[in-house]
């Protein structure tokens, strides 16, 4: 049975998982989202605090986490990480300051090196500001290596930046105010586009195309995470509704890369704000990390429908889910 791994907020918030039990937790503070390296021998989690932080640990045989360092961002409250593809360079986007950092990684370790930078978005446009409560700055909120650059959603902009791979601003896509941008993804192994999810406006974009909705209330749900299916023939997004159980959208995506329209389905996702969630090594299942459950929920998979498998564990305050 797949060892995997879940991050969230506390005090000790990294949790090494297997099956439907937390077989280990590590002391690391607001653990809110994890990555790993190209050849997964090492695991990367931030530390969501004001003077953020990032943490490196080896995957030892068992599936177990030896730590190996740490390093302060520069910026507050760091909410996603990755790595290059060849694995010399960490980008950590932190939010509440708008800026992206970038590490130099250790060659013989692994372990979090240099900062080289602290790119400050301040500089690249006014905040949007049609949401006043969440647009009154720059909020950086994910950051992904595309080989010579780097993409970066910046929610309080309403932008979606490309920066060079040690942080020159090349160029910045403007969303359509009060989109949010929060994640993005693209669909593996395809000439399609980028798909951008807007947590502000519950609605999933290609980058440069125009907004299909998510299928529930705009303004009393913000949307979380975005997955390409296996098959890569469906697009899901993960939405929260205040107190109420939150739930998974679902759009078929057609061969060349176009949301079907009218194609939205929506299902439970288990339990109260669905924080993040991704498929199994099988792709059968998919876990959710549904945070103001305490619990990660696992549902079912088949062919474009979820439904609840009946199983679930017990992890305080989950946020984030790695095989």
Same mark, same amino acid.
């Given at each position: 049975m797949s060892i995997f791994y879940v991050g969230g907020y506390g005090e000790e918030s990294l949790h090494v998982c297997e099956g439907q039990e937390v077989i280990d937790?590590? %002391?690391?503070? +607001?653990? #809110?989202? /994890?990555?790993?390296?190209?050849?997964?021998?090492? @695991?990367?989690a931030v530390s969501e605090t004001e003077n953020g932080g990032v943490a490196a640990f080896a995957v030892e045989d068992d599936g177990g986490l030896a730590y190996i360092n740490d390093g302060l961002t520069g910026g507050d409250h760091p909410c996603h990480l990755s790595i290059s593809p060849n694995g010399k360079l960490l980008y950590v986007a932190n939010y509440s300051s708008g800026? *992206? *950092?970038?590490?130099? @990684? &250790?060659?013989?370790?692994g372990g979090i090196g240099e900062c080289i930078t602290v790119v400050d978005h301040q500089g690249f446009g006014a905040p949007s500001n049609t949401v006043p409560e969440r647009q009154l700055r720059s909020h950086a909120h994910y950051v992904q290596s595309f080989g010579d650059h780097i993409l970066v959603c910046d929610l309080g902009l309403d932008a979606v930046l490309k920066l060079g791979v040690k942080g020159a601003l090349i160029d910045k896509n403007d969303l359509p105010p009060g989109f949010g941008p929060r994640h993005l993804v693209l669909r593996p192994g395809k000439?399609?586009?980028?798909?951008?999810?807007? &947590? /502000? &406006?519950?609605? !999933?974009? %290609? /980058?440069?195309?125009?907004? !299909?909705?998510l299928g529930v209330p705009k303004g009393t749900t913000i949307s979380a995470a975005i997955r390409v299916s296996p098959d890569s023939r469906y697009l899901l997004a993960s939405n929260r509704i205040?107190?109420?159980?939150? #739930?998974? #959208? !679902?759009l078929m995506l057609r061969e060349n890369g176009a949301i079907a329209e009218g194609s939205e389905k929506v299902f439970s996702s288990? $339990?109260?704000? %669905?924080?993040?969630?991704?498929? =199994? %090594?099988?792709?059968?299942?998919?876990?959710?990390? +549904?945070? =103001? #459950?305490?619990? !990660?929920?696992? @549902? +079912?998979? +088949? =062919? $474009?429908? @979820?439904?609840?498998?009946? /199983?679930s564990f017990e992890v305080t305050n989950p946020t984030c889910v790695l095989f």
């Open positions: 937790i590590l %002391p690391v503070k +607001n653990a #809110s989202y /994890l990555c790993f390296s190209k050849d997964r021998s090492r @695991l990367y800026s *992206t *950092t970038i590490f130099t @990684l &250790e060659s013989a370790t000439k399609t586009p980028i798909y951008v999810l807007g &947590e /502000l &406006e519950s609605a !999933v974009m %290609p /980058l440069g195309g125009m907004p !299909v909705s205040g107190s109420a159980d939150g #739930s998974i #959208s !679902v288990g $339990g109260r704000c %669905p924080r993040d969630f991704v498929f =199994d %090594p099988t792709g059968s299942k998919v876990y959710v990390a +549904n945070q =103001d #459950s305490n619990r !990660v929920d696992i @549902l +079912n998979w +088949n =062919d $474009g429908d @979820l439904d609840h498998s009946g /199983l």
